[in-house]
């Protein structure tokens, strides 16, 4: 990672010997390198790799000071010396180096810090409004004993508050609760933990009502079953009887989380299957020990094998394409029955479909998890989860009440039990790091009492949530005489709009608009219609559409079938500066929207179909085919990725893999064809259990289109 002067450049295989000279890695003396780093690679940083081209060796990627949303300092095999930086693009990436050089790179990237984060986990944590109004300096060396103070008080954490009212979901808080321990998607070590909600993985249809359905919370995986929980408790005891022991005693000699966990999960997608191969020597291991069925891995997780007590990962509640073998590894067969492993088996309640097994593992958990009569009680909303959160980031993780638990992991795998700085001897430091690195590491421990429930009497009812009270009217809804050309959808109210008009972003002050006789566009303020600037010639046809992806990202769609991205800058003025054209249309571009949570464009056209771009590196990245006609509509879910495309009177739903999952249509007569399409996206973007589209028609009508996974 170099400063330099507005920008933040990180580049690949550089070596930063001092403010002034930079080397290749492989040039650096031997004695300036991480020795951790140096034994994780699994190759000797000695010389120049030979696979790298020219091209490719020097790669670097830049940000400006202004995309830098926030900096977090991180672990990394228990030592400080990891920052992890956060941008407003959406991507994330996590540095190691020396303490001090942390502490000091840490302290300038705070200092770059413009604007706020949004919706960062830490505002208010103890009632300041954020971290960074406290000071680089003071943040440093208090952050690590404020976080504990804090989150000692369960009730003084903003997340908790509004988890407990239901204000957000349990698959949210969760995340939130893994980052605040330090687990890191760009760490596989620290990968963000996530429980099994269900045991029931051979049933038709699950039943929500049923406890029996669900995995006891209250213990961990080792526990499940009596049979298992007695030998580890049985293990523990053994070890605490010898006398001349060298270490503590525990229960399990395996973790729930580790990198090589992860990577099996992830096995059947780009990279992760090249980090597995590094983690098992360059080869996919056994057939009957690969990840291929969710059941046996429930069976083995939590009955039939001592030496697996895994947890889950977050992707099992959102990502269905790591459960199908899209790139054709060969896994190998199974030697016991010659069973070939491909893609993952589902249970017979997913109907075969990923999709369905994500929807439905999703719906569990969040799901209120009641039973009618349980000796006269009514079981309190997702009750157990709290007991789960208890075991892996509360009070039953460390002490006790893990022995009372059978919770006690090996002691290396627990954030300060050992300082590896402080181990002279290569061969015990070696030891120790394979151990922390590979069997796995606890979270940091955030609360050290029970955590609170979550209240029932006082949950809010969403407007999702009411789907099934809506009534189709005989005659839809007449909003306006004019074709419906845009919608925006928010969590309370639904805009219209006509014409050839965007508001820009975030401001609220001003709205473009095209279509006018030069072929310019033009800025306006809301308030009083007042013209701030114009732009000509964008390009060599008339602008067809136009979207704002932020303030200051502007995509527009012509006539010439070219869809260009510029840098914008509305203010007292309006200045515009081309950063790409992309071309891959044939005919007219007829529409556009965009996913900053999934940093894609998606662009219509005359030609039947849509291309899926990359926001961020601003490449073509796939197309979507078979429309009968015109696309004159998308949409994307930034919740969820998935896409609508709207043809006539059809619309099309695919993942944002590009993979079509439905076809519906929406109205008979063609001559009320769809012009506009947004997806309801909840409160916050929060998960909600069935998709909904509002479509804007040509006749000046809108709709709401539900849709759920067919179970």
């Keep these: 990672m170099i400063l330099g002067k507005g920008y933040i450049y990180l580049i690949d295989h550089y070596f930063q010997r001092s403010d002034q000279e930079i080397v290749d890695v492989w040039d650096a003396p031997t004695e300036e390198r991480d020795p951790f780093i140096q034994i994780l690679a699994g190759q000797d940083a000695s010389t120049r790799p030979t696979m790298l081209s020219s091209k490719d060796l020097h790669e670097s990627r830049r940000w400006s000071n202004d995309q830098l949303a926030s900096a977090s300092q991180r672990q990394f095999l228990f030592r400080d010396v990891a920052l992890e930086l956060f941008f407003s693009d959406g991507r994330s990436c996590l540095i190691t180096m020396s303490p001090s050089d942390r502490n000091r790179a840490y302290n300038k990237l705070i200092a770059r810090i413009t604007t706020k984060a949004p919706n960062s986990i830490f505002q208010g944590l103890d009632g300041t409004e954020d971290l960074k109004s ?424 012509s006539k010439d079938t070219t869809v260009c991205v510029w840098q914008v800058r509305i203010a007292k003025t309006f200045e515009i500066q081309l950063k790409e054209c992309l071309r891959g249309h044939s005919e007219r571009v007829t529409c556009l929207a965009f996913s900053k949570s999934f940093s894609i464009i998606v662009s219509g056209s005359d030609d039947g179909t849509a291309i899926v771009w990359d926001l961020n590196r601003l490449k073509y990245v796939r197309q979507l085919t078979g429309h009968v006609g015109p696309v004159e509509a998308v949409a994307v879910n930034d919740a969820t990725g998935d896409i609508a495309t709207c043809s006539g009177p059809n619309l099309h739903w695919w993942t944002v893999n590009g993979d079509l999952f439905a076809e519906q249509m929406i109205c008979a007569d063609s001559k009320k064809g769809i012009l506009a399409c947004v997806f309801y996206e909840g409160v916050g973007q929060e998960w909600i259990a069935r998709d909904l589209l509002f479509t804007g028609h040509k006749d000046g009508v809108v709709r709401v289109c539900p849709f759920q996974m067919t179970c």
């Excluded at 408790?233 to 503590?248: L, V």
């Excluded at 964008?538 to 932020?550: N, Y």
């Design 134 to 557: 406290v000071g680089a300096s003071a943040l440093t060396s208090q952050l690590g004993s404020r976080l504990a103070n804090v989150l000692s008080a369960t009730h003084s954490i903003p997340a908790t508050k509004n988890w407990e009212k239901g204000l957000i979901s349990n698959f949210q808080y969760l995340m939130i609760l893994n980052s605040l321990a330090g687990r890191s998607y760009n760490d596989l070590t620290q990968y963000p933990v996530a429980p099994w909600v269900l045991a029931d993985y051979t049933s038709e249809e699950l039943d929500f009502t049923n406890p029996a359905t669900f995995r006891d919370f209250s213990k961990p995986m080792g526990a499940q079953v009596p049979e298992r929980q007695a030998d580890f408790d049985e293990r523990y005891k053994s070890f605490e009887e010898i006398e001349d022991r060298s270490q503590p005693p525990f229960h399990y000699g395996t973790h729930y989380s580790s990198a090589m966990i992860v990577c099996s999960y992830l096995i059947r997608l780009q990279p992760l299957v090249e980090s597995y191969l590094l983690l098992q020597g360059g080869q996919f291991d056994h057939a009957e020990r690969l990840f291929h069925s969710i059941g046996k891995a429930w069976n083995s997780a939590s009955r039939d094998n001592m030496t697996d007590v895994r947890e889950l990962i977050p992707e099992f509640f959102y990502l269905d394409a790591f459960l199908t073998n899209h790139n054709s590894f060969n896994f190998g067969v199974k030697q016991d029955d010659g069973e070939v492993i491909d893609s993952v088996v589902l249970p017979s309640w997913a109907k075969g479909d990923p999709k369905v097994f994500i929807q439905r593992h999703r719906e569990a958990l969040e799901c209120d998890y009641v039973s009618e009569h349980l000796h006269g009680m009514r079981i309190e909303k997702v009750k157990l989860m709290v007991e789960w959160i208890d075991l892996i980031f509360g009070y039953k993780q460390r002490g006790e009440a893990a022995i009372k638990a059978t919770n006690v992991f090996h002691h290396l795998s627990y954030q300060g039990s050992i300082d590896l700085e402080k181990i002279s001897d290569p061969i015990e430091r070696l030891a120790s790091i394979n151990i922390i690195h590979n069997f796995g590491q606890t979270p940091k421990q955030l609360f050290t009492k029970p955590h609170p429930k979550r209240r029932v009497d006082s949950q809010p009812v969403h407007f999702e949530d009411r789907i099934s009270d809506l009534r189709q009217p005989a005659t839809p809804m007449q909003i306006h005489s004019d074709p419906i050309t845009s919608l925006f959808a928010a969590p309370d109210r639904l805009l219209a709009g006509c014409g050839q008009k965007v508001f820009v972003p975030c401001k609220g002050e001003y709205y473009l608009e095209w279509g006018f006789s030069d072929g310019s566009v033009r800025v306006f303020t809301v308030d009083g219609d007042r013209l701030i600037g114009l732009a000509e010639n964008l390009h060599s046809s008339p602008i067809t559409c136009a979207v704002f992806a932020d303030d200051n990202t502007l995509i527009t769609g």
